[in-house]
């Protein structure tokens, strides 16, 4: 990349045989930022749709704020949408930006800290005017006053270039200036050698019965790419080559879409009709409106009234003999908790699904977290336990929805996965499994009448599952202490004693069905960093980073928390040191202590975003000196 360039909106140069270098990279991160009405979510979501359909690996960060329209051009309206795209296997949307494209003076000021120095800044000219300057709260225009000394800036009037695009349409203006951010999109294209022909099909799908709208779009999304060509302002154009895939089929997917169609699929191979009934709630709701799209698959989806209502359907359509979900965050959590109860006193299978939000109450809507481990363990009145998984990865997202349904089926008990907002809104290559790769779920409803008890147990503890109405095998659930294998109401002290053990049993007994902790990097190091969720990613990347510089260290991440997995306690105290990263102020290192009395360092960020692999690094060389 070049140093310490300024180039203005760009006149066409007369030099015919001016042609841009190509240069190959292996890593790049691109941010798209704007005013929240800007399109920036849209913009990169279609830039990230063509990087995934040219076989490169990617890792993604969309961020906006929480309300629906923050004010035009202030500082808290910024929307951004962060892409890294690489030719080998990342983790991460990565730590800090090669390019920002800035639509406003806003959008530069919140996201400068994160950009590389030297790093390229795309600046929208024609919003840089005193208001939108005021707005950002800058007192200079930061293109003139020197303080972007160190990057290479390109200030290009993508507002008006694409009014001159459309001046012959006749579009109200208002119309034709949403079109700016398919400017920015083909000028990142053409830098990024990649062909706008995805797009274009899109647009022709998207406002298949607005032809103008598919025509101004296009032009302008073409006049952003051949602007890098005609201006001659760019003297370098990258090029990431392709990832080394493993061999397959792959579609972009997200954290919520694979949700939906991991549970779509785990209804298929359990031969059950899949019920999920669920209220709206940032960020789950995708998840919703997903499955809504699976009726074909004979996916019923409900929309209930409230938080309390979806939980509940579920558990009636599980009692009917359907595979039964519910999505929810955490205040829908905190509203679900007592049918959760419900559907382990009725032991039912249910998958409960919580991508984690900032909170508490309300909190931080669009902001990720990962401080609700100490709810999906201990938020229900009684002893009341429940297995609890949580993914890692948008990928991990579609397998662990099969392996929630897998245990819910096997041990008839509801099961919570975690997810958080940036997992659920980040994607990655998916790479599309064949049948025979998938675990089979084994469905038994009980139909003979000899020896049957609602409360009879299974070798794995579960008791069966009865379909209402099967002859002869009429029974009642519900919320109150059951007799063992009547299931007759008790209030028997001894009993409910019990009861309350044989269910915790049930619970511990799927540490023998689950797979075990796996390390991964220096076996024998001093040093071994455990990770959840989302900091898997970070955690990951931080540590391969280490071992590249020839340093000894070692990572393990948990995806199953309620039971941990058998040699989790032989793991953990085989290492010196173990380092804790997590979104919240140290839930899992608090579990850790209460349930192996092992100290753990803990390093505790919660600011509404992921760790980045360079905080973790800077953690582990920090704790390595001592």
């Known amino acids: 990349m070049e140093d310490n360039t300024k180039v203005n909106s760009g006149v066409k140069k007369n ?3 001016f042609k841009p270098i190509l240069k190959t990279v292996q890593d790049v991160t691109i941010r798209f930022a704007g005013d929240s009405g800007d399109g920036m979510q849209l913009t990169g979501s279609q830039f990230t749709d063509t990087i995934a359909a040219t076989g490169h690996d990617i ?10 329209r923050a004010p035009a051009g202030s500082l808290y309206g910024v929307s951004g949408y962060t892409i890294r795209f690489s030719n080998h296997d990342i983790h991460t949307s990565g730590d800090s930006v090669d390019v920002l494209v800035a639509m406003n003076p806003a959008a530069l000021k919140v996201n400068l800290k994160d950009l590389k120095k030297n790093g390229i800044i795309i600046a929208n000219l024609d919003t840089f005017d005193r208001k939108n300057l005021d707005l950002a709260q800058y007192e200079k225009n930061p293109l003139e006053d020197g303080s972007l000394e160190g990057y290479n800036v ?40 990649k062909s706008y022909d995805f797009t274009l099909t899109w647009l022709r799908e998207k406002f298949k019965n607005q032809p103008e709208l598919i025509e101004a779009n296009s032009r302008v999304l073409k006049a952003g790419y051949y602007h890098g060509e005609i201006t001659e302002i760019f003297t370098t154009r990258f090029e990431v080559e392709p990832a ?30 899949l019920f999920v009934g669920s209220y709206p709630i ?104 429940v297995p609890v998984l949580a993914v890692s990865s948008p990928t991990d997202c579609f397998y662990l929805a099969i392996e929630a349904a897998r245990i819910a089926i ?80 008790s209030y028997e002290p001894e009993n409910h004693h019990y009861m309350v053990k044989l269910r915790e049993k049930k619970i511990k007994k799927i540490e023998t069905d689950i797979p075990e902790l796996k390390v991964e990097g220096v076996k024998d190091s001093e040093l ?42 032989r793991i953990l105290k085989s290492y010196p040191k173990i380092l804790v990263p997590e979104v919240n102020l140290g839930q899992l290192a608090k579990l850790i202590r209460c349930e192996f009395l092992i100290d753990v360092i803990q390093f505790n960020k919660v600011k509404g975003l992921p760790f980045k692999p360079s905080e973790i690094e800077a953690k582990i060389e920090e704790i390595l000196k001592v």
């Open 528 to 569: 071994l960093v455990l990770g959840w969720g989302s900091t898997g990613g970070a955690v990951a990347d931080a540590v391969e980073n280490h071992i590249l510089k020839g340093k000894k260290v070692a990572y393990a991440i948990l995806k199953y928390l309620n039971p941990m997995p058998k040699n989790t306690e």
């Open 282 to 385: 940032t960020p789950a709701s995708e998840i919703m409106q997903t499955l809504a799209k699976y009726k074909h698959f004979g996916v019923k989806m409900f929309q209930a009234e409230d938080e309390i209502a979806g939980i509940c359907t579920a558990i009636g359509a599980s009692f009917a003999g359907c595979l039964a979900g519910t999505t929810t965050s955490g205040p829908g959590m905190a509203l679900k908790n007592e049918a959760i109860g419900l559907a382990v006193m009725a032991e039912l299978p249910l998958v409960v699904v919580n991508v984690q939000r900032g909170g508490p109450s309300t909190g931080l809507p669009t902001k990720t977290e990962q401080a609700d481990l100490f709810q999906a363990m201990f938020g229900r009145n009684g002893e009341s336990p």
């Open 244 to 273: 080394k895939l493993k061999k397959g089929t792959y579609r972009n997917l997200n954290g919520n879409e694979a949700i939906a169609l991991g549970l779509t699929t785990a209804a298929a191979r359990a031969g059950l009709q």
């Open 59 to 68: 890792g993604i960060l969309p961020d906006f704020p929480a309300d629906i």
């Open 154 to 193: 390109y200030e290009i009037p993508i507002t008006r270039s694409t009014l001159e695009s459309l001046k012959d349409m006749n579009l109200p203006q208002k119309t034709a200036q949403k079109c700016k951010n398919f400017f920015a999109l083909g000028l990142l294209y053409w830098l990024y050698n």
């Open 15 to 17: 030099n015919a045989k």
């Open 410 to 489: 096997k041990y008839m008990t509801p099961v919570i996965l975690l997810s958080d907002g940036f997992i659920a809104q980040g994607s990655e290559p998916f790479r599309v499994p064949k049948i025979s790769e998938l675990p089979e779920i084994k469905v038994i409803f009980q139909t003979r009448r000899d020896g049957f008890f609602p409360y009879s147990r299974s070798e794995n503890l579960a008791r069966p599952w009865v379909k209402p109405g099967t002859k002869g095998l009429e029974h009642r659930i519900g919320g109150l202490e059951k007799q063992n294998v009547s299931g007759n109401v």
